[in-house]
């Protein structure tokens, strides 16, 4: 799983409270990604990352918010969960910037807000 | 922006048989076409990829074709196995623009034994 680590592995939270997930990597690559899943949408983007705490928001961002203190650590934050952020969450990474280079995704994140 | 739609959504084949999963995309700027088979509780992982400088390109027993003028690109799987069982995603990408993979809805094809 090219080195890609996420925690939690599964999360199940209330509507309003603040969760954190977690994307480890030890390829060292600059780029790194959070993508949500949900059935019918394929992967959406929600925040990237291109270096140490340089970001930019994806095509679904309201509602997130993301940090990267180190290269190999890219965190998202729900600041207060609601319903309709239950989803399935995969971080992924990529060596290059451009579009010739390939995601690496990590194995996801089961979020339920309840 | 960028749209791409898949069809079909599932697809079930006797093992041996063809599969065959077909996309298209929006924006004719898109010159980057990866394909990406997600196992069950894993991540996706890519199996193939194509440039828009190239029609067709293939690997052991999986191809993928482009047409730039149509604006749709296809997976062509031979020779099914039960381990091809997956859901495979298409996506549509701009080379000067890693923010802007748009990803299909995805296709759940089964291997039938």
């Known amino acids: 799983d090219a080195g890609i680590t996420q925690s939690p592995r599964h999360k199940v939270t209330e509507t309003g409270t603040p969760v954190t997930l977690r994307c480890h990597q030890t390829?060292?690559?600059?780029?790194m990604y959070w993508y949500r899943q949900d059935p019918g949408h394929g992967l959406r983007l929600i925040h990237y990352?291109?270096?140490?705490?340089?970001?930019d928001k994806g095509e679904v961002s309201d509602g997130y918010s993301v940090s990267r203190s180190k290269t190999e650590d890219f965190l998202l934050t729900l600041e207060s969960a609601t319903s309709s952020q239950t989803s399935v969450y995969f971080c992924?990474?990529?060596?290059?910037?451009?579009?010739?280079?390939?995601?690496?995704f990590g194995n996801g994140t089961r979020l339920t807000v309840t | 922006g960028e749209n791409v739609e898949q069809h079909p959504s599932t697809l079930s084949v006797q093992e041996g048989d063809s599969a065959v999963i077909k996309c298209t995309y929006s924006?004719?700027?898109?010159?980057?076409f990866p394909w990406y088979k997600q196992e069950l509780g894993k991540g996706p992982q890519l199996i193939i990829d194509?440039?828009?400088?190239?029609g067709e390109k293939k690997d052991q027993r999986i191809a993928v074709t482009l047409n730039k003028t149509a604006k749709h690109f296809s997976l062509h799987i031979t020779e099914t196995q039960p381990e091809d069982s997956a859901v495979y995603f298409c996506?549509?990408?701009?080379?000067?623009?890693?923010?802007?993979?748009?990803f299909g809805p995805g296709t759940s094809l089964s291997v039938i034994p």
């Open positions: 924006d004719s700027a898109s010159n980057y």
């Open positions: 990352s291109y270096g140490v705490k340089d970001t």
């Open positions: 390829e060292n690559h600059r780029y």
């Open positions: 996506a549509a990408s701009m080379e000067t623009s890693y923010d802007k993979v748009i």
């Open positions: 194509i440039r828009s400088n190239v």
């Open positions: 992924a990474i990529s060596g290059r910037q451009g579009a010739y280079s390939p995601l690496h």
